[in-house]
């Protein structure tokens, strides 16, 4: 075997959910056909600026209530995984997104704009500190409004351990009826989208600490270079 | 072994990711062709040639999706400096365009991954600049392998991605 290693069952949601309305359109008809990754082995080791305080903008603190979120990132054959690009964009405090196509009757924060980039140690663990989200309402069906949360985009050792998630908050009641979450057909894989309260990682008189772990895709086998691409890191 | 994290959709407010200048993969890199003669300092220089690839990402209604990301990755050419990933947001057509160096004739294709709102994982698919006996190719009937291959010669190609449907693009399962 040279490919990735196959998802637990029910870890991941399909394309089509019904009770998500933009995938009505959007999720394909024909199931994907099953390619022995070649190129996919390899993938970009990427080297951009990093940005992991979201908690001030423009000289001005971010309202809201300041988090820290650190955690680790390991593949699904529990390998740290180093050098990992972690992208993150959220909502402000007040549920409105610095984005010129989000309508939502909030106001804009001066003080926060809501994108990070944070890499990963040695041992795959990162941190970023920033302000808790708020929630927001969104059209997908009458009075429907979305958890907490703040968006997370991966790149690992190779491309199709590529990943864009989203970290929830413990206690949140509307993680119960939001269709996105519940995309995700196993409660143990939801589960594991919700950080977790962390007092160890509070810092007293600060911010409040959360944490969160992400497991991403790993191959079987692993040669030191393939033909077609790059050394493996 | 642990479970992998769950996918989630990027939604429709990922933008703070989506610096243009990460649409042009030669930014910084100069063709052998071009070396030295590149105004500016040049950190690397790449053997062959500079293409674009452009084209729209449509729905199932055929109906342009301006809010896509798309991502590609390209393993070869090899040469200091090169990346081989870039990012383009679709725009008010769907529409979306790369520059970058032509991959090598014995893997002549992207990996492609279109991420949006409405997409809970990401489509992962390929593009085709050749059919070189590749065997994901060989293993599809025509109609669909023609999904993967771009239109155009030698340095303007033209791909469109049909997300569902009639003229469905073949996306992959890794």
Redesign the interface.
């Known amino acids: 075997m040279t ?3 196959p ?2 069952p029910g ?5 089509a ?1 019904p009770s ?11 199931p ?9 082995r ?5 080297q951009l600026p990093a940005h992991a305080d979201l908690s001030r903008a423009h000289g001005r603190e971010a309202l809201g209530e300041r988090i820290i979120v650190a955690g680790r990132v ?1 593949d ?3 390998r740290p995984v180093a050098g990992a690009m972690i ?1 993150l ?1 959220q ?1 402000n405090a007040a549920g409105r ?3 010129e ?2 309508t939502h009757d909030a106001p804009l924060d001066p003080g926060f ?3 990070g980039r944070v890499f990963t140690d040695d041992d795959g663990r990162y941190r970023f500190v920033t302000i808790k989200p708020g929630a927001y309402p969104w059209r997908n069906h009458a009075n429907a409004w979305r958890p907490n949360h703040i ?1 997370f ?1 991966l790149f690992g050792a190779s ?2 351990a ?5 970290m929830y908050f413990p206690g949140d009641p509307l993680l119960a009826i939001d269709p ?2 519940h ?2 057909p196993d409660a ?3 589960a ?2 919700i950080a977790a309260f962390d007092l160890a990682l509070t810092q007293p008189e600060w911010a409040l600490g959360y944490r969160f772990d ?4 790993g191959l079987h086998a692993t040669p030191l270079a ?5 050394p493996q890191p | 072994m642990t479970a992998v994290t769950a996918s989630q959709t990027i939604g429709p407010f990922w933008h703070s990711l989506a610096d243009p200048a990460l649409a042009d993969l030669t930014r910084g890199v100069a063709p052998d062709d071009l070396a030295g003669g590149v105004p500016g300092s040049v950190p690397g220089s790449v053997p062959g040639s500079v293409i674009e690839l452009s084209g729209q990402v449509l729905d199932g209604a055929g109906a342009p999706v301006s809010d896509a990301c798309v991502e590609i990755w390209q393993a070869t050419p090899v040469a200091a400096g090169f990346v081989g990933w870039g990012r383009c947001a679709t725009d008010g057509s769907g529409g979306f365009a790369f520059r970058t160096f032509a991959p090598d004739t014995a893997a002549p294709y992207l990996a492609v991954a279109i991420l949006a709102r409405g997409l809970v994982k990401p489509l992962w698919t390929r593009v085709y600049f050749a059919d070189t006996g590749d065997a994901l190719l060989a293993a599809l009937p025509p109609a669909r392998r023609q999904t993967l291959c771009a239109q155009g010669e030698q340095s303007r190609w033209r791909w469109d991605v049909r997300m569902q449907g009639d003229g469905e693009t073949v996306f992959l399962e890794l």
Request: without cysteine; glycine residues 8%; proline residues 9%.
């Open positions: 490919g990735y290693r998802f637990a870890s991941q949601p399909p394309y959910v998500y309305g933009s995938t009505a359109l959007r999720a394909p008809h024909q994907p056909v099953t390619v022995a990754p070649t190129i996919e390899a993938g970009p080791q990427l390991t699904d054959g529990d992208e964009w909502a997104y610095h984005h196509r989000d704009h809501g994108a968006h985009s491309w199709g590529r990943l864009v998630t989203q996105i979450f995309a995700v143990a894989a939801r594991r989208l992400i497991v991403l895709r393939t033909p077609l691409g790059r």
